[in-house]
C-alpha cells in the first residue's frame, strides 16, 4: 500500500497505561501489551516532534564559530477538544492529569480513515508460520498491522504492531513479524469472535511516553464554541511507524 498526501482529517489521539520509561532508547517493542483508548473530541491537533539546541564554541584560530548539537525536546503535544466528560478517553486523560507521579503511553495516527481494514482469520499449522488470510489485501512487507476485536490466536495480542513479512506474502494472505523484517511469528491455537486487522498509513503512526497536563477552557464571546486544552508533555523520543 502506498502513501498518498493527506490532511489531518481523522487523526486519531490514544492513551495507554503508566509507562515510565523516558529519554532516548524508547522503540515500538516497549508499546506492546499497551491497551489503547481513543481520547474523543478532537478539533485541533497540534505540533508533534523534536526540536535540537544548538551550542556554539568560538574558535580563535581562523575567527569562526563551531556549532555542535546538544539537547533534544518534543516540547508539548498541545490540542483543543470538545469537553466530553463521558468519554472513557477523556476520562482515562482526566485521572492522567490528577496523577503526578506517573508518565503515560500516547500513540497520534494520522490519515486513520486511509487505513484498510477487514475481517480476517488464520491458518494455524504445528511448527509453521501463521498466516494471516485476507482477500486482496493489497498490503507490502513492511506494513504495519494491528488487530482489534474477538481473540487472536494466541501468540498474537490485539493492539500490537506487527508487520508483513516479503516471505510468503500472496495476494490473500501473509505472514507477520513482531518486528520490521524479523521472524514470523508461530501462533497456537484458534481465534475466537470476529477478529479484525487494521493496516495504517506507513510512516503516520507515533508513538511517546510524557505526562498529562491540563489547560484553560477557552474563552470568547456568545457565539464561540465550548472548547478545552489538553496537552500531552513529550518526555521521550517519538517513535514512529
Given at each position: 500500500?502506498?502513501?498518498?498526501?493527506?490532511?489531518?482529517?481523522?487523526?486519531?489521539?490514544?492513551?495507554?497505561?503508566?509507562?515510565?520509561?523516558?529519554?532516548?532508547?524508547?522503540?515500538?517493542?516497549?508499546?506492546?501489551?499497551?491497551?489503547?483508548?481513543?481520547?474523543?473530541?478532537?478539533?485541533?491537533?497540534?505540533?508533534?516532534?523534536?526540536?535540537?539546541?544548538?551550542?556554539?564554541?568560538?574558535?580563535?584560530?581562523?575567527?569562526?564559530?563551531?556549532?555542535?548539537?546538544?539537547?533534544?525536546?518534543?516540547?508539548?503535544?498541545?490540542?483543543?477538544?470538545?469537553?466530553?466528560?463521558?468519554?472513557?478517553?477523556?476520562?482515562?486523560?482526566?485521572?492522567?492529569?490528577?496523577?503526578?507521579?506517573?508518565?503515560?503511553?500516547?500513540?497520534?495516527?494520522?490519515?486513520?480513515?486511509?487505513?484498510?481494514?477487514?475481517?480476517?482469520?488464520?491458518?494455524?499449522?504445528?511448527?509453521?508460520?501463521?498466516?494471516?488470510?485476507?482477500?486482496a489485501h493489497g498490503l507490502v512487507a513492511g506494513q504495519p498491522?494491528?488487530?482489534?476485536?474477538?481473540?487472536?490466536?494466541?501468540?498474537?495480542?490485539?493492539?500490537?504492531?506487527?508487520?508483513?513479512?516479503?516471505?510468503?506474502?500472496?495476494?490473500?494472505?501473509?505472514?507477520?513479524?513482531?518486528?520490521?523484517?524479523?521472524?514470523?511469528?508461530?501462533?497456537?491455537?484458534?481465534?475466537?469472535?470476529?477478529?479484525?486487522?487494521?493496516?495504517?498509513?506507513?510512516?503516520?503512526?507515533?508513538?511517546?511516553?510524557?505526562?498529562?497536563?491540563?489547560?484553560?477552557?477557552?474563552?470568547?464571546?456568545?457565539?464561540?464554541?465550548?472548547?478545552?486544552?489538553?496537552?500531552?508533555?513529550?518526555?521521550?523520543?517519538?517513535?514512529?511507524?
Open positions: 500500500m502506498s502513501n498518498v498526501p493527506s490532511s489531518l482529517k481523522d487523526t486519531r489521539w490514544y492513551i495507554g497505561g503508566v509507562l515510565n520509561k523516558v529519554g532516548d532508547g524508547l522503540e515500538a517493542s516497549d508499546f506492546v501489551g499497551q491497551s489503547w483508548t481513543e481520547i474523543d473530541g478532537l478539533t485541533e491537533v497540534g505540533e508533534l516532534g523534536d526540536t535540537v539546541e544548538v551550542g556554539t564554541q568560538l574558535l580563535i584560530k581562523g575567527g569562526r564559530a563551531v556549532k555542535y548539537l546538544t539537547t533534544s525536546d518534543a516540547g508539548s503535544f498541545d490540542n483543543m477538544l470538545v469537553p466530553m466528560p463521558l468519554d472513557p478517553g477523556q476520562k482515562l486523560f482526566q485521572a492522567a492529569i490528577n496523577d503526578k507521579c506517573n508518565n503515560y503511553a500516547f500513540k497520534v495516527e494520522y490519515g486513520s480513515s486511509c487505513a484498510p481494514s477487514s475481517v480476517v482469520t488464520f491458518t494455524i499449522a504445528v511448527d509453521t508460520a501463521t498466516v494471516v488470510n485476507w482477500t498491522v494491528v488487530f482489534s476485536g474477538g481473540t487472536p490466536p494466541t501468540g498474537i495480542t490485539a493492539g500490537n504492531v506487527y508487520y508483513v513479512l516479503a516471505s510468503g506474502l500472496t495476494a490473500d494472505g501473509f505472514q507477520i513479524s513482531a518486528t520490521d523484517g524479523g521472524s514470523a511469528i508461530v501462533a497456537t491455537g484458534a481465534a475466537s469472535g470476529t477478529v479484525t486487522a487494521d493496516a495504517p498509513p506507513i510512516g503516520k503512526t507515533f508513538m511517546f511516553t510524557g505526562f498529562a497536563k491540563d489547560g484553560k477552557i477557552q474563552g470568547g464571546d456568545a457565539t464561540a464554541a465550548f472548547m478545552r486544552s489538553w496537552s500531552a508533555e513529550v518526555n521521550s523520543n517519538i517513535v514512529q511507524i
